[in-house]
Every structure is written in C-alpha cells, then in structure tokens.
C-alpha cells in the first residue's frame, strides 16, 4: 500500500482533533474506515502511526510524526494547486514567463504587461531573467512560456509564431558625418565605418542578416555595447554609426544627436513576433496578452506598422 494523499490527510486531521471521532468527521468517514486506514498503514510498514501506551490520549507516535510533517509540507502544496486548476478551468488564471530576444523591446513591452496585471490579477507573470539570443529552446524545455524574436531559427512543430508589428531598422550617424548628408545608406557605406552592435551574433542582427550579408559586405572595425543607451552615445560622439529599430532611437534622435537614415530606397523593415507553445496559443490569458502588447504598440510607438496577428 502506497503512501497517498489520503492517508496525509487522515494523519493532519487526526493531529489537529486529537480524537479518531473528530477527524473521522472533518474528514465525512466513519471512525471505523478511519481505523481501518491506520491499521492498514501500520501493517504495511511495520510501525506504529498512534502511540497508544500513552493512556487515554490519542498521540502520533514518532513515525506518526514524521507522516505528520510529510502532510504539512505536502498539502499545502496540493490545495495550491487544485485552487489553480479550479482558475484555470475558468480561464482567468494560469502562468505567463516571458523571454525577449530585443534589447528594446521593453518601451512597449513594460505598458503591456502593467495593463495585463490590471484585468488579469490571477496569471503569475514574470520575465525570464537576462537577454536571450535564441529564447525558443526556453519553449521547448518549459523555462519559458511567450519569446519575442524577429527571425526565428527552423522550428519545433508545436511552436507557433504570433506576428505582433512590422517596425523599421534605421542606420544612424553623427550629425556631422558625412554620411548624413544622403538620403539613404547602401550596403557600401558600411565598408570603411566603425560599426557599433550589441554583442550576439551577426545572424541575430537585422543590419547583417537582411542588409550587409547578402550584399557581401563587413565592416571593416566593430565595436561592442551592452546597452541601447551606450550605442546612442557612441554615434552621439562620433565613435562610429550603428542600426537601431526606429522606436528606439527616441530623444537622441529628436535633439539632434543622432541622424536616422533609411537603410536602402525602401527602408529596412522587419516583422517582431511572439511564439508560444500551440496548446498555450489557445489559452484565453495568452490571447488576452497578445492583444495587450498589440494596443501598447499601437499607444507607445512611433514608425511602425499594424499587421494583422494570429
């Protein structure tokens, strides 16, 4: 006979009455199924639940004890968690870890998720701590439950992909520079600057993967900043020139510290997506989520574009 939630039970209700009759009633059982529980536990494991040469009354022998501090540290637990599926049988509660693939995506991300705690005070919501360069393993492995990527790698096939907006890389240079005076960048332009990126890799850059590459071009010196703000300061003093999502170029661009220029004729654009996991794109708090980060953009952010999601 396996140790089961039912004998924890007996044994918490028995240490809070102090009588077989008590905790047979918290419990809707008659005293003898009671009895009949405990001395079946008592003949599987050869010990003694009651200590009952104590007089008249009732106490929990040691290992009685040790099932008692089992049930404390077990039950708990499983009132939690019956609680939730009870929410989430409802569809206003579950669990939301978030992992972000941009390093600015926090300017619309940070309203959506305040305005979400508002309607859905029961979801746990947090974000997967630290830049991800490729978060959908964190999908996979159950570390995360929504990524937000540009170009996703080949994909699980119970991955799906959540367009949220379509939204312009800019290059962006000194005032000064001389390449400010044009009307658009060409690939070339790139050739003899130093260029100012965050440290990930080249594939994980919209400028390299969409623009640079194809045309066969690199940089000839680069340098590295953790921080959006250090890379504005660094073009701001002339350092080098860099490429940035539109929204985040912000007051640096409007005080003129930086001049944005399209990347091409047509301009560069991009589509950032969700992804979750197909079964939790059906969740109601999951949908309710999207549809939050859709209206921050469309409140929060300049220079982009409205696609219809999925």
């Not at 049930?71 to 049988?89: D, I």
């Not at 964190?138 to 080949?154: E, M, N, Y």
Request: hydrophobic fraction near 45%; glycine fraction near 6%.
């Amino acid at each position: 006979m396996p140790i089961e939630i039912r004998h924890l039970r007996t044994i918490e209700a028995v240490a809070q009455f102090g009588s077989l009759a008590a905790a047979a009633q918290r419990l809707h059982l008659t005293q003898s199924a009671l009895s009949h529980q405990l001395r079946g536990l008592e003949a599987e494991f050869g010990v003694n639940i009651l200590d009952r040469e104590r007089g008249s009354q009732l106490r929990l022998s040691p290992a009685g004890e040790e099932l008692l501090a089992a049930a404390r540290e077990v039950l708990p637990r499983v009132r939690q968690l019956q609680e939730e599926l009870k929410r989430r049988a409802l569809g206003n509660s579950g669990r939301l870890r978030i992992a972000v693939e941009c390093h600015t995506c926090f300017d619309w991300l940070t309203p959506a998720m305040d305005r979400f705690r508002e309607n859905w005070p029961d979801v746990e919501m947090d974000l997967v701590s630290g830049f991800q360069q490729d978060p959908l393993p964190l999908l996979q492995s159950h570390q995360a439950d929504l990524t937000v990527l540009t170009a996703p790698d080949a994909m699980a096939a119970d991955i799906t992909l959540h367009p949220l907006f379509a939204y312009e890389v800019v290059a962006l240079v000194n005032p000064r520079h001389a390449l400010a005076s044009k009307s658009f960048l060409e690939p070339a332009d790139f050739l003899e600057e130093t260029l100012i990126t965050y440290p990930v890799e080249d594939r994980r850059l919209d400028l390299f993967r969409e623009f640079l590459q194809p045309a066969g071009i690199q940089p000839w010196r680069r340098r590295h900043a953790e921080l959006t703000v250090i890379i504005l300061q660094l073009v701001a003093s002339g350092q080098g020139i860099a490429a940035l999502p539109s929204w985040a170029v912000g007051s640096y661009g409007e005080k003129g510290y930086v001049h944005a220029l399209p990347l091409g004729p047509q301009g560069l654009w991009q589509t950032l997506q969700a992804a979750t996991t197909a079964e939790q794109s059906e969740q109601d708090h999951m949908r309710a989520f999207l549809a939050e980060i859709r209206a921050s953009v469309a409140a929060n952010l300049l220079g982009v574009k409205d696609i219809q999601g999925v």
